[in-house]
């Protein structure tokens, strides 16, 4: 038995901006090479001022539309005059901003972040080095655990430790996904292991310049190598399903504190984060091409169509 692991088709959901830094320091070819790991080498040669300013501009445009739609779905509440007026200067461009949207299966977790709350609260109000998150995504109809845990998550901005930090955007679909995947800093993705198949939208984090920061699980088992992105865990999972968690919500924190925050917020006299914008450039070399639907459909063709044409399929391989 063999496997093949799921890819994204680049066009989809890569910013025009990244077309455009990829078009100048890829050269146009890559265009038709797109699944093929040389050629995204070439992002080594990328002007780190020019990549982080990319970025920024993407991240700018998730907040305004974070905004527009959070002082939308106030205003359909009939939420205080004061609510929705503080929905439209809602989170910091500045500030580490970090993603999450996806199905809102309980296995997945959306609030393991809320373990240490205490801990979680103080990284999240640190004046100097300022964390926040975005959520997104829908539950299935009549997954009534799912949607619980929709609601806690949408409920923090009633907590005055999570308000104006912790934003929860409704009607989620692929103009949310887009948005999201194209303007984090980081893409949060902490399932309990071993339930994640593959997952793909961190992969389409990794095409913008987003950082992923996961359980290595999933897709993110096979891709991290310690300097494309951040994991939680040592990819073991404990029997005990409450133990296991807990020392996932812990190990979320202390990466998030020890690592992340550190490493974004270590910057040069021009304001660069030269050591993040390493792991930038690292991610989208060894990860573009391999987690591409180009890769995905080779994949295919050489491992199992053209095997199963000519015999068996078990092997994986051509004869």
Do not use: C
């Not at 996961?214 to 404990?238: Q, T």
């Not at 917020?265 to 639907?293: C, K, Q, V």
């Amino acid at each position: 038995i063999g496997h093949i692991t799921n890819g994204v088709h680049i066009p989809t959901w890569l910013a025009y901006p990244m077309v455009q830094l990829y078009d100048k320091y890829l050269g146009t070819e890559w265009h038709t090479r797109m699944g093929e790991p040389d050629i995204w080498q070439k992002i080594y040669a990328v002007d780190p001022g020019e990549l982080w300013e990319t970025h920024n501009a993407l991240k700018s445009r998730l907040l305004e539309f974070v905004r527009r739609r959070v002082s939308r779905q106030s205003r359909r509440r009939n939420e205080d005059p004061a609510i929705i007026e503080a929905a439209r200067t809602v989170l910091d461009p500045n500030a580490l901003t970090i993603g999450f949207a996806r199905r809102f299966a309980t296995y997945k977790r959306a609030d393991l972040f809320l373990r240490s709350i205490d801990q979680m609260a103080d990284l999240l109000d640190d004046p100097n080095r300022p964390v926040q998150l975005v959520f997104a995504g829908k539950a299935h109809p009549a997954d009534e655990p799912g949607k619980k845990l929709i609601q806690k998550i949408a409920n923090l901005r009633h907590d005055p430790r999570f308000a104006g930090r912790v934003v929860f955007i409704e009607d989620y679909d692929i103009n949310v996904a887009r948005h999201m995947v194209q303007g984090v800093d980081v893409w949060l993705n902490n399932p309990r292991r071993p339930l994640e198949a593959s997952g793909t939208s961190g992969q389409k984090a990794v095409l913008n310049g987003g950082l992923n920061f996961s359980v290595l699980d999933g897709w993110w088992a096979e891709a991290y190598n310690g300097m494309n992105g951040f994991s939680i865990g040592g990819g073991v999972a404990h029997a005990d399903v409450e133990i296991n968690d807990a020392r996932d919500g812990e190990d979320l924190i202390r990466v998030l504190a020890e690592e992340i925050v550190p490493l974004f917020y270590l910057r040069d006299a021009d304001g660069l984060p030269h050591e993040w914008i390493a792991r930038m450039t690292n991610s989208i070399a060894t990860l573009a091409a391999r987690f591409s639907a180009h890769r995905m459909v080779t994949d295919y063709v050489q491992k199992a169509y053209l095997v199963a044409a000519g015999g068996l399929s078990s092997d994986m391989s051509v004869r």
